[in-house]
């Protein structure tokens, strides 16, 4: 299995340009988080998925910010406009109850 | 005030010596408790799971107080291959089952 896959591992744009992340859950999981990580406040879950519904979105930002999972196997992280204090590495992890959380490599995002 | 609390370090330690660091929590109905492990610039990654009973895995030991919900890992014999930042982490499922991380720990195990 080639664990959970995200999509770009580094990416660099200009203050008010979209931005999309993306993620390959682990096949079977039925579980996505979306997590963001930075300096000042560590790890803080975004939104998660169960079945491809999302649960839980408390985390999200603000409206810049949204998420879509429209299929077991991949689901995307949107901010559109971006600004600055958006730097920060995404995480995307899947689970199921029968098996751990596993996390993606992350996305480094620096917006400029 | 955070659902999971960490000791802030950094922790400075030669090889071979012994480190504890402390979590607590403040949802009593939190019901898993784990230690992740996350190396600089890469992602977090399963340590171990802590159970009610204390566990054991080689040099790590893990230890839940439920009733100071209070975690603990405790690492002896440190290897330079053990820097890294330790994450509490505690699961609610009053919540979702969702992963709520303590801030880290960050440990260097100097030569």
């Known amino acids: 299995d080639a664990g959970v896959i995200q999509s770009p591992r580094h990416e660099v744009t200009e203050m008010g340009q979209e931005v999309t992340l993306r993620c390959k859950p682990i096949?079977?999981?039925?579980?996505l988080f979306w997590y963001r990580q930075t300096m000042m406040r560590g790890l803080e879950l975004l939104i998660y998925?169960?079945?491809?519904?999302?649960?839980?979105d408390s985390g999200m930002p603000e409206d810049r910010f949204s998420a879509k999972m429209p299929n077991a196997s991949f689901s995307t992280l949107k901010i559109q406009p971006s600004e600055p204090r958006d730097s920060a590495v995404y995480f995307c992890?899947?689970?199921?109850?029968?098996?751990?959380?596993?996390f993606g490599s992350g996305t480094r995002l620096t917006v400029v | 005030r955070k659902e999971v609390e960490q000791d802030p370090g950094p922790f400075n330690v030669p090889e071979g010596a012994t480190v504890a660091f402390n979590c607590t929590y403040s949802n009593s109905a939190s019901q898993s408790f784990f230690w992740y492990r996350q190396d600089c610039r890469k992602e977090p990654k399963l340590l171990m799971s802590?159970?009610?009973s204390g566990n054991e895995d080689g040099r790590f030991t893990a230890q839940l107080n439920r009733a100071s919900q209070y975690i603990s890992l405790l690492i002896r014999d440190s290897k330079l291959s053990d820097s890294a930042t330790y994450l509490c982490v505690v699961i609610s499922y009053n919540q979702g089952g969702k992963l709520i991380f303590g801030q880290g720990t960050e440990l260097s195990v100097k030569p």
């Open positions: 802590v159970y009610s």
């Open positions: 096949s079977g999981h039925d579980y």
């Open positions: 992890a899947s689970s199921s109850t029968n098996y751990g959380y596993t």
């Open positions: 998925f169960n079945n491809n519904v999302p649960i839980d």
